[in-house]
C-alpha cells in the first residue's frame, strides 16, 4: 500500500513538471510591442467612443459628429443631489417659509416651514425633504432680486 502511494505521487509529480516544462516560452515585452501608425491610433481612438469610419470611397448622405468632451466642466455627483441644511434653509427663506436664522440646523422652526411648504404644494407634510419635496423646494433657492431703483440722468455738474 505505501508503495502503491509513492509511485502515484512520483507520476503525479513527473507529469506536472512535463506538463509545466512543455509550455512555451513568453518573449519579452519589447519583442512583442511594435510602434502604431497614427491612422492605426485614431481608428483604436474612435472604436473605443463607438465611432464608425466610412469606408474610403463610400460617401456620406449627412454628415457625421464627432462627440466633444468638455473636460474642463466637472463630473456631476454621482446620484441625486442631497441638498445641505444652509440650502434648505435659505430656500424656505426664499419662499417665506422660514423666518428663523439659516444655521445649518434643522430645528423645529425648520421642520414647521418644512411642513407648510409641502401642505401648499400637495406633498406629504412629513417635515423631511425628499426628493419631491426638494425638486420643488430648490427653485425657491435662489434669492428673487428685488427691483433696483434706477438713477436719475446725471445733469451738469456746477461750478
Not at 470611397?57 to 441625486?80: D, F, Q
Not at 417665506?96 to 421642520?111: A, E, F, N, Q, V
Not at 426638494?134 to 461750478?159: C, D, F, M, Y
Amino acid at each position: 500500500m505505501k508503495r502503491n502511494t509513492t509511485v502515484f505521487i512520483i507520476g503525479t509529480c513527473a507529469v506536472m513538471v512535463c506538463v509545466c516544462g512543455c509550455t512555451k516560452k513568453q518573449q519579452p515585452l519589447e519583442a512583442m510591442q511594435q510602434p502604431m501608425s497614427p491612422e492605426e491610433l485614431n481608428r483604436l481612438a474612435m472604436e473605443s467612443q463607438n465611432i464608425t469610419i466610412p469606408a474610403v470611397n463610400e460617401t456620406l448622405s449627412r454628415p457625421v459628429a464627432l462627440p466633444v468632451k468638455n473636460i474642463s466642466e466637472p463630473l456631476p455627483p454621482a446620484g441625486p443631489y442631497k441638498p445641505t441644511n444652509e440650502d434648505i434653509q435659505t430656500a424656505l427663506k426664499n419662499a417665506g417659509y422660514y423666518t428663523g436664522s439659516i444655521d445649518g440646523k434643522i430645528g423645529p422652526k425648520s421642520k414647521q416651514a418644512i411642513m407648510a411648504f409641502q401642505k401648499a404644494n400637495s406633498l406629504k407634510p412629513d417635515g423631511k425633504v425628499g426628493p419631491k419635496t426638494w425638486s420643488l423646494l430648490s427653485t425657491h433657492l435662489a434669492p428673487v432680486p428685488a427691483a433696483v431703483p434706477q438713477e436719475a440722468p446725471a445733469g451738469r455738474k456746477k461750478r
